[in-house]
């Protein structure tokens, strides 16, 4: 196959058999791996090349081009122009060993946001060898057979060979407002433009309702979408709200650092030091005293904890979002496969002449039926012919053990029976379980497969009676889904399951089974009967589901839009226990002070008894069902929304109404969701959360996060991330600013005093390298504190100095200016040369700015967190602190830096200056906080 008859061919003028021989495929089997990695070989990735990624050498140069660096240039270039050799090598050298590390750090996260986007890239299920199974839409190749459903984005340009109530939203490529509806006939009309091509599916559109199958065509730059590439050349923005706050922060403290470095350069001058000493002085306290670094420590730091959060099974897919899970004050989630553990097993069967309680343990398809009420004898027949029907309304296969997972051969599939999954399936992935019985598509419809399977009846002999002509998807808006039948002589059958109450409402006959009585109308006392029943199972916990069935002319029933006249046969009642980490997790962010709302389709019955199993229903809250929502007005719903724990029964519309609620009533709102319809919710969240596992591409394309793995637990630690995150980035920047602080006081106040300069130039920037870099991004990857799920959410538009933080950096900032002063004065007034005062200046402040990394840790005490709970800060307090001996102990960096060696008291002096703030800072507290105590016991 040759690039340039894919360019040549107008495909959708072929008919079916042509075209599958032109692409030399077979849509029962499709390409073999073989053949599929040699056509990827020649035709290249299926992906369309963008110019927005960073280069390493762009990375490197950028180190170059900061504002500080620049202002550092200029300073080496004066001094060297006064002969001050030595200082304008020492200062390049410094630079260049500060541009390493920095492209370093960014090309760390560089790295890592490149490894997060191609994990929220597309994916595909794809016919190879015979098995469905999914793949990178970027190894498509022409010729592969591609499966569509609702939600998917469309992996590369395909002509439709087979299509069930397909719409596709190709808006973004052909500017068409509304979805339009494919078919898979051929158009043998010349020079079609694409809006018209209605057997062609291209590459970036979304499919928005029904399913289908197609035959790769084009891919990569030959697709529609390739050829207007321009439309996906566009860099995400990396920048955060709080990197651009730091930012302006950072301008800011620009402005007054050259105004403070003025003022250094002629005080000094003033007090008789020579212009071009106190020119690079003033010059190395201003780079020394700017974070500029801080917003790319923060994108950094975010980065590398969205990292972490990917190793707990949360993909973040815009860092911005990390921020706002730190205010997170509501979730609402989902119920099934996110608390529940989505392995649905029927355990209620009731039809008109029998109950049966079925016994039987997760997939494997051996159980018991017992019977409760009626008679065994008149309920056989027709318990058999329900699960016939459960078997013919779903689309889910039973695998055995070690038979699961990618590697297994299928049988030939016939063209219209294509369908093996349902819009919240997932195929068996590789490396799963091969030890038991798993299910291949929708865990619900894998239920009715097992409870068949358990009665003795054969599922794959079951469909292979009749074609499959005709399908009416399930989605959460209709609540049931309706396939249909040939069976025979232009005969035709309907078979519907779906929620109770929807079918009930559209059944007009109820089947008994009898030989003479048949079918039987339902009347308001039976319709009454089984609400009754299906009450008594969703009491129980039970997911309910009915299922029914119409015998219609074939043409019929394939042209009908809606379900109505159905009989009802019977309800099966469906266990799905909540999964083990679910009810510490719900615990965990109640602590937080983070309220929890269930979000469900199912009956209100079987979602109360979920909740309060997971102590979701505390005194005081409520149960909505869509239709109580639905008699709300605005002002209603918001007045209500915070007392409700539960929802039930709603639709993807009410879902949006209620997070627009409580967002009105202040709250920071997370939501999940796995459909199509779901996505105005998950836009209009603060945090849009999509389940991975089952959710639509849809679906994940407007969430903030994704669940890889669809567990509530897997948000609770998202949250618990995002905080930790925020924290961290409070941590260092109290850290790097009060070290700043310290840096230019001690400066200013010796001018001041009219004292000799305590620090030399070079010794203020190799302050800043040694303590400003490794320490300060280790402290972004500083672990949670003990009772950081137990503080209330912090406000989204809090300050980053909230909360006594910029009092931390100002107070900590004197007391390092105080201590480093205060041990400079120490050898001055002993008579000690310049020299040794200045590097025990240095060596105190150095000492001090390292122990007060530590203190930074906590919120409360530098003795509330233990040292070594973060090693990579240790092993950066230890590299810098030999740094800093390798300077003060050998001689030729003491001929650069100024510095001389020391004698042993000057040694144990200066530390002694060092931890003096920090034992008086944490003893204060301790005592406090002791007092406190006290007096609450007296209280």
Not at 521 to 535: F, H, I, S
Request: hydrophobic letters at 45%; charged letters at 25%; a neutral charge.
């Amino acid at each position: 196959m040759q690039k340039t008859e894919i360019e040549k061919t107008e495909w959708y003028r072929l008919d079916q058999s042509a075209l599958l021989a032109q692409l030399k495929t077979d849509a029962e089997v499709g390409l073999s791996e073989v053949d599929a990695e040699r056509r990827l070989k020649a035709m290249g990735a299926n992906v369309i090349e963008s110019d927005d990624a960073k280069s390493m050498l762009k990375i490197l140069l950028a180190q170059f081009q900061d504002f500080m660096i620049l202002v550092l240039a200029a300073a080496t270039l004066i001094s060297a122009l006064l002969g001050e050799y030595i200082d304008a090598i020492a200062i390049v050298a410094i630079v260049v060993l500060n541009s390493v590390l920095g492209f370093i750090q960014e090309a760390r996260a560089e790295r890592s946001l490149a490894a997060l986007k191609a994990l929220s890239a597309p994916r595909s299920r794809v016919l190879r060898d015979g098995a469905l199974k999914f793949i990178d839409a970027k190894m498509l190749v022409p010729g592969d057979i591609v499966y569509l459903e609702a939600g998917d984005r469309v992996g590369a340009d395909l002509r439709l060979l087979y299509t069930s109530g397909l719409l596709i939203d190709a808006s973004m490529l052909t500017g068409e407002s509304l979805p339009v509806e494919k078919t898979s006939k051929m158009l043998d009309v010349p020079h079609l433009p694409l809006a018209d091509q209605s057997n062609m599916a291209h590459m970036g559109t979304l499919v928005m309702k029904g399913r289908g199958i197609g035959v790769v065509v084009a891919t990569g730059e030959e697709t529609a979408m390739g050829k207007i590439a321009d439309l996906l050349r566009t860099t995400d923005d990396i920048e955060t709200p709080l990197s651009r706050r730091l930012k302006h922060l950072g301008e800011v403290l620009i402005v007054a650092s050259l105004i403070l470095t003025s003022l250094v350069i002629v005080l000094g001058t003033m007090r008789g030091y020579p212009f071009q000493e106190m020119f690079l002085t003033g010059v190395t306290l201003a780079v020394a005293a700017i974070p500029e670094g801080l917003p790319t420590i923060v994108t950094i730091v975010l980065a590398l904890g969205v990292s972490r959060m990917l190793r707990r099974g949360a993909i973040v897919r815009r860092l911005a979002s990390v921020e706002t899970l730190g205010s997170t004050t509501f979730i609402c989630t989902d119920k099934t496969g996110t608390l529940t553990e989505n392995r649905m097993r029927v355990v209620d069967i009731r039809h008109g002449e029998a109950h049966y309680e079925v016994g039987g343990s997760g997939y494997e398809p051996k159980g018991t039926f017992v019977l409760v009420a009626g008679s065994e004898k008149k309920g056989a027949n027709l318990l058999n012919f329900l699960l016939t029907l459960g078997v013919l309304g779903s689309h889910a296969r039973l695998i055995p053990p070690l038979q699961t997972g990618e590697s297994r051969r299928r049988k030939k599939m016939r063209l219209f029976y294509p369908w093996h999954r349902h819009r919240k399936s997932t195929l068996p992935q590789e490396g799963a379980d091969r030890q038991t019985w798993q299910i291949e598509g929708d865990p619900t419809e894998g239920a009715l497969i097992v409870a068949a399977q358990k009665k003795g009846l054969d599922p794959e002999a079951i469909r292979a009676r009749w074609p499959l002509v005709h399908e009416l998807p399930f989605d959460s808006t209709r609540k049931r889904m309706a396939l249909v039948y040939d069976l025979g002589d232009g005969t035709g059958m309907m078979v519907v399951k779906g929620a109770f109450e929807v079918i009930l409402e559209r059944a007009e006959y109820e089947e008994t089974g009898h030989e003479t009585e048949g079918l039987v109308r339902l009347t308001p006392g039976r319709r009454k009967n089984w609400q009754v029943q299906a009450e008594a199972m969703a009491e129980k916990g039970l997911r309910v589901l009915a299922l029914a069935y119409r015998r219609a002319p074939l043409e019929k029933l394939k042209k009908m839009e809606d379900e109505a006249e159905l009989i009802l046969v019977g309800l099966m009642g469906m266990m799905d226990p909540p999964r083990d980490d679910v009810f510490g997790a719900i615990a965990a962010v109640h602590a937080a002070g983070i309220g929890v709302a269930m979000i469900t389709g199912d009956h209100p019955k079987t979602a109360e008894s979920i909740a309060r199993k997971l102590g979701m229903l505390h005194p005081g809250k409520k149960i909505l069902t869509g239709e109580d929502l639905r008699r709300l007005d605005e002002a209603s719903l918001e007045r209500e929304v915070e007392k409700v724990a539960v929802y039930a029964r709603v639709s993807p519309e009410d879902k949006l109404r209620i997070v627009k609620a409580l967002k009105k009533k202040g709250h920071i709102v997370a939501m999940t969701g796995d459909g199509t319809n779901d996505a105005p919710a998950l836009k209009a969240a603060d945090i849009g959360v999509a389940m991975g596992l089952s959710g639509t591409e849809v679906a994940k394309e407007a969430a903030d996060i994704i669940l890889t793995n669809d567990h509530f637990g897997t948000l609770e630690a998202a949250i618990e991330e995002g905080r930790t995150i925020y924290e961290n980035i409070r941590k260092f920047v109290r850290y790097l600013l009060a070290s700043n602080v310290g840096e230019i006081m001690v400066m200013m106040v010796a001018l001041m005093l009219a004292w000799p300069v305590p620090l030399t130039p070079l010794m203020i920037l190799w302050i800043n390298l040694v303590t400003d870099g490794l320490p300060a991004l280790a402290l972004g990857v500083d672990g949670m504190e003990h009772d950081l799920m137990k503080r209330p959410p912090r406000p989204p538009q809090e300050s980053i100095f909230a909360r006594r933080l910029g009092y931390k950096i100002i107070t900590r900032g004197i007391l390092i200016t105080m201590v480093t002063l205060m041990s400079f004065y120490d050898r001055l007034s002993a008579g000690a040369p310049l020299e040794e005062a200045q590097t025990v200046a240095f060596l105190t402040l150095v000492m001090t700015q390292l122990i007060h990394v530590f203190d930074a840790r906590s919120a409360h005490s530098i003795f509330k967190r233990h040292p070594f709970d973060n090693m990579p800060l240790v092993l950066a307090v230890l590299s810098s602190i030999l740094l800093m001996l390798w300077v003060i102990m050998w001689p030729p960096a003491q001929q650069i830096f100024g510095t001389t060696s020391l004698s042993l008291y000057d040694w144990f002096m200066s530390l002694g200056y060092a931890v003096l703030p920090f034992i008086v800072v944490g003893l204060t507290r301790f005592f406090l906080d002791l007092m406190r105590k006290m007096s609450r016991g007296r209280a």
